[in-house]
T-cell receptor
Framework: GQQLNQSPQSMFIQEGEDVSMNCTSS?????WLWYKQDPGEGPVLLIA?????ELTSNGRLTAQFGITRKDSFLNISASIPSDVGIYFC?????????????FGTGTRLTIIP | DAGITQSPRHKVTETGTPVTLRCHQT?????MYWYRQDPGHGLRLIHY???????DKGEVSDGYSVSRSKTEDFLLTLESATSSQTSVYFC????????????????FGPGTRLTVL
């Protein structure tokens, strides 16, 4: 199955810094989803995007559906300790059937004291 | 919170033994999924169900079977566990939106950590 290219794989930042991560694919997508996973727990949905160019915010988080429909971006502003975790992108390729998602391999965010 | 529970949450078993993991949902969703999560691979689909007794394979279905006799329960069975099946297993449901594709998402359970010795 196809997997998304998610970058960076890991990030080490200081509290208060802004964070950017992205996912890219060789296929056109009709949905992009961003999840966060804390240790020992399941992924939690943060933001969902359904239209090329769409920009959606959830508090300090902002995600965008790329206009080429082959990428998506997640930004976190003014990071705080509870932002630590693994962030996953997921999407629906247009040729995949709406019942299934394909996932990125995750970006691990660590805040340096 | 999508009302998803998984049991057990942790299990250690020996190679060759059968193992069944249970996913239970309380919101009557039609679609349910089983994924496994391994370092460097992200989440990979094992099997999914689109209704009672209706199931289909995902990308890593070898060595796994599933059953869905009730809407609320989706079982994943490892007929003869192998060390390569040591992983964290997540169940998910598909929640539809109210307008076309918009709102069509998946929500995950808390996971089951399985160790096969």
């Amino acid at each position: 199955g196809q997997q998304l290219n998610q970058s960076p794989q890991s990030m080490f930042i200081q509290e208060g810094e802004d964070v950017s991560m992205n996912c890219t694919s060789s296929s056109i997508f009709n949905t992009w989803l961003w999840y966060k996973q804390d240790p020992g727990e399941g992924p939690v949905l943060l933001i969902a995007l359904y239209k090329a160019g769409e920009l959606t915010s959830n508090g300090r988080l902002t995600a965008q559906f790329g206009i080429t429909r082959k990428d998506s971006f997640l930004n976190i502003s003014a990071s705080i300790p509870s932002d630590v975790g693994i962030y996953f992108c997921a999407g629906r390729p247009t040729n995949f059937g709406n019942e299934k998602l394909t996932f990125g391999t995750g970006t691990r965010l660590t805040i340096i004291p | 919170d999508a009302g998803i529970t998984q049991s057990p949450r942790h299990k250690v078993t020996e190679t060759g033994t059968p193992v069944t993991l249970r996913c239970h949902q309380t919101e009557n969703h039609r679609y349910m999924y089983w994924y496994r999560q391994d370092p460097g691979h992200g989440l990979r689909l094992i099997h999914y169900s689109y209704g009672v007794k209706d199931t289909d394979k995902g990308e890593v279905s070898d060595g796994y079977s599933v059953s869905r006799s009730k809407t609320e329960d989706f079982l994943l069975t490892l007929e003869s566990a192998t060390s390569s099946q040591t992983s964290v297993y997540f169940c998910a449901i598909r929640r539809y939106g109210t307008s076309g594709d918009r709102g069509d998402t998946q929500y995950f359970g808390p996971g089951t950590r399985l160790t096969v010795l």
